[in-house]
C-alpha cells in the first residue's frame, strides 16, 4: 500500500475487499433462496460514502432512528427497513406512506398504526424469545434476555397479533435479529426454528422473515456467508416456500469490517524506568471504541523498508495513542525491530462500529481514504474547529 500519499491518522477503505464481500452475500443468497433481500445496517458504519456504495450494489437500508432513516432519504434508498424500539412517529408514518418495510418493536407504535387508517400494509414483528435456551452461552444478553421485540413467553407477541388484527391489519413478517457472543450458525438455525414455531402456533401467512445481521464475514477459520445461509434454509424450507417468503438479512459488520484499515504514524519514543514507548498520531479511541477488544490486526510498514534488518531487536515496546488517557496504550510488541519516528502502524478490518462510535475526543474525524486499483481517493475530509463548531451559538 502506498501510505506514504496518506495524511494519518486515517482510515483506508478498500473498494476490491468490500465489493468481494457484497457479491459472495449477493451470489450465496441467490443460490439458496433467490427470493430474498438484503438491508444494509447503517448503525454499523454510516460514512456517506460506504451507504451510498451499498444503494450502488442493490441493498436496501437498515435503519433504527430517525436520524438514520432520513440520511437514507438524503441518499435516495427507494426501499428501507424500519428498525428499533424507539422510532420517531413522523418517520413511522411516512415509511407507511412510502410502503417501506416497518419491524414493530414498541407498543406505541401498534397505536400509531391502528391509528393510522389504511390496513394494506407491510409490518412485521420483532420477536423476543428465549434464545439463550436454544443456545446456552450464546447470547449477548445472556440469562437476562434481549430488550427488542415482543415476548413470545410473556405472550405480548400473542397479544400484539391480536391487537393487529382485530384493527383489519395482517402481520407480513418476523424480524429475529439477535446479537451472539460467537456469531455461531447455531444461532441461525435456532432463529429459523423460531420462525417455523410462530407460523405453526399462530398460523401465519407471511411474506418475508428478517433473519437479521451478526454474521462473520472476510475471516478465516470463521463461518462465511454461504455457511449461514445453508443452515437457515436447511431450516427454513420446513415450514416455508422460497417463493411465497422473502429471506431478508441485515449485516453490518461482516460487510464493512474487513475492508477498512486504519493507518497511523510513530511520532516519538520515550523510554521510562518502566517501558519503551512509541507514541503514534492514532488511538485505541478510533479502532477501539468500547474498548472491548484484546488484540487488533496490525502491521508495520517501516520507514526504511527492508533495510531495516540495520535495526536492534526490542524485548518490549508499548504502542500508544494520541489521547491524553493513560489507557490509550494498544498493545505491545514483544521480540520485534525497534520501532522508530516516521514508521507507520497500520490495523486492518476496523470498520465495524468504530467510525460511527469515534467520539470527538481531543482531536475530530480523521481523514478516510478510498483505496481503489492502487490510487487513492479522499472520501471524508478530516474535520477541524471548523465542523466540530458548526450550528453552535455562544
Ligand atoms: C436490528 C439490527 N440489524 C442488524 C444489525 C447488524 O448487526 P452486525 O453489524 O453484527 O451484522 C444490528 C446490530 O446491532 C441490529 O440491531
Sequence with gaps: MASQELITPCYVIHKDILLEGTELLKRSLQEEWPNSCVGYSFKTNSLPYVVEEMKRVGFYAEVVSEDEYDLALKHGFSHIIYNGPVKGKRTFLHALTQGHIINLDAKRELDWLCGYGKKDVQ???????????????????????????FSYETGEFADALQKLSHAGIKVSGLHLHTSSKYRSINIYRALAQMACRLKEEFRLELAYIDIGGGYFGGMENKPKFP????????????AYKPEETMLIMEPGTSLITPPIEYVTTVVDIKDTYANRLVITDGSRIDIDPLHTKKSYFHQFLYKDGATNKERITMEKQVVCGFTCMENDRLFEISDKKE???????????????TMCLTPLFIRYFPNVYLEDNGSYRLVREAWTAEEYSQKSSC
Excluded at 420477536?127 to 421485540?149: D, Q
Design 123 to 149: 409490518v412485521g414483528l420483532r420477536v423476543n424469545f428465549n434464545l439463550e435456551a436454544y443456545c446456552p452461552g450464546e447470547t449477548s444478553a445472556g440469562e437476562e434476555g434481549s430488550r427488542f421485540g
Design 227 to 238: 455457511d449461514y445461509i445453508k443452515a437457515i434454509k436447511e431450516e427454513l424450507i420446513k
Design 339 to 353: 520501532l522508530q519516528v516516521g514508521d507507520r502502524i497500520t490495523y486492518q478490518k476496523v470498520g465495524g462500529y
